[in-house]
Antibody, heavy 126, light 109 residues
Framework: VFLMQSGAEVQKPGASLKLSCQAS????????MHWVRQAPGQGLEWMAT????????SYSQTFQGRVTMTRDTSTSTVYMELSSLRSEDTAVYYC????????????????????WGQGALVTVSS | AIQLTQSPSSLSASVGDRVTISCRAS??????LAWYQQKLGRPPKLLIY???ILESDIPSRFSGSGSGTDFNLSISGLQPEDFATYYC???????????FGQGTRLEIK
């Protein structure tokens, strides 16, 4: 299993950001995917989840209205778009793959993060 | 939303020690809890899921316990590579929301 994330970005306040995460080494549609971020020196913060099989999504209320997660099954890639950026959005953004296979594992296991991308540092600054 | 409160926030220990980190949920969450280890500049690593099941390739000196509102991560016989930050995490199926504890930093004494 390998998750390759897009690279570091510098964005201005008010702009939008779109990060990608390409998965390989497993059956993409069978595992939920997630985005988690970590501000400098801070803890982990969940942002969004997608079921690649059908595209259903869940979003943290913290980001409701600003975040959109999508997937492209033809390239095994998930995307996370965050709009109206502010300085507080400066963070390392990680994609993560679920532990549980959605075909036969309990639902709770779709929300444990077994594999992680390398992270992408996003800096929001004027 | 369910809150996860870890204690202590930081902890100093020596190689060979046994340590326990607590994670308390603001309401009962059955056993739907995971623990992660994160080292500086690296993504987190899954250690324990379903409160007490050890992830593959994780050393047996790590163990998890608890259910309901009180959970523990224990590390027996601390090794130099265990000094890191640890997080607990829960998925609330009703609210479709994932919560992390604030983290516990384990430092070498």
């Amino acid at each position: 299993v390998f998750l390759m994330q897009s690279g570091a970005e510098v964005q201005k306040p008010g702009a939008s950001l779109k990060l990608s995460c390409q998965a390989s080494g497993y059956a993409f549609i069978n595992y939920y995917m997630h985005w988690v971020r970590q501000a400098p020196g801070q803890g982990l913060e969940w942002m969004a989840t997608i079921n690649p099989n059908g595209g259903g999504t869940s979003y943290s209320q913290t980001f409701q209205g600003r975040v959109t997660m999508t997937r492209d099954t033809s390239t095994s890639t998930v995307y996370m778009e965050l709009s109206s950026l502010r300085s507080e959005d400066t963070a390392v953004y990680y994609c993560a793959r679920a532990w549980g296979n959605s075909l036969f594992r309990p639902t709770a296991t779709f929300y444990y993060f077994e594999h992680w991308g390398q992270g992408a540092l996003v800096t929001v600054s004027s | 939303a369910i809150q996860l409160t870890q204690s202590p926030s930081s902890l100093s220990a020596s190689v060979g020690d046994r340590v326990t980190i607590s994670c308390r949920a603001s309401q009962g969450i059955s056993s739907a809890l995971a623990w992660y280890q994160q080292k500086l500049g690296r993504p987190p690593k899954l250690l324990i899921y379903d409160a007490s099941i050890l992830e593959s390739d994780i050393p047996s000196r790590f163990s998890g316990s608890g259910s309901g509102t009180d959970f523990n991560l224990s590390i027996s016989g601390l090794q130099p590579e265990d000094f890191a930050t640890y997080y607990c995490q829960h998925f609330n199926s009703y609210l479709q929301a994932i919560t992390f504890g604030q983290g516990t930093r384990l430092e070498i004494k």
